[in-house]
């Protein structure tokens, strides 16, 4: 029997995305704070890079999707406890994908 998972989506506040340059000002509270709030799986939002920001072109794109694979329903490998991180850029012409890992 094949069972199937259930997604629940739960709408949160999320911090906006700040420069690294200003973060790096900021105490360890504040920037513990600011990372917990981006982690997780979620659509949209401000992405919760794990090394460091990394867009994937110049060109002004979002966040469309976020998975981290160590809490998935189901297997996908972006290496050692890897993030993946879909973008779509602001026409929605054009999206590019990227994975970090520790």
């Not at 029997?1 to 911090?15: C, G, N, T, Y």
Request: proline share 6%; hydrophobic share 35%; aromatic share 12%.
């Amino acid at each position: 029997m094949l069972k199937r998972a259930s997604i629940e989506f739960i709408p949160a506040k999320q911090p906006i995305k700040e420069e690294e340059a200003e973060r790096c000002n900021w105490d360890e509270r504040h920037q513990e704070s600011y990372f917990n709030a981006l982690q997780g799986n979620k659509l949209g939002g401000t992405p919760g890079f794990m090394q460091g920001d990394e867009f994937p072109s110049q060109a002004p794109c979002q966040l469309l999707l976020q998975l981290d694979s160590t809490s998935v329903p189901f297997y996908i490998n972006f290496g050692d406890a890897g993030i993946g991180y879909a973008f779509i850029s602001e026409d929605g012409c054009l999206g590019k994908f990227l994975w970090q890992c520790t």
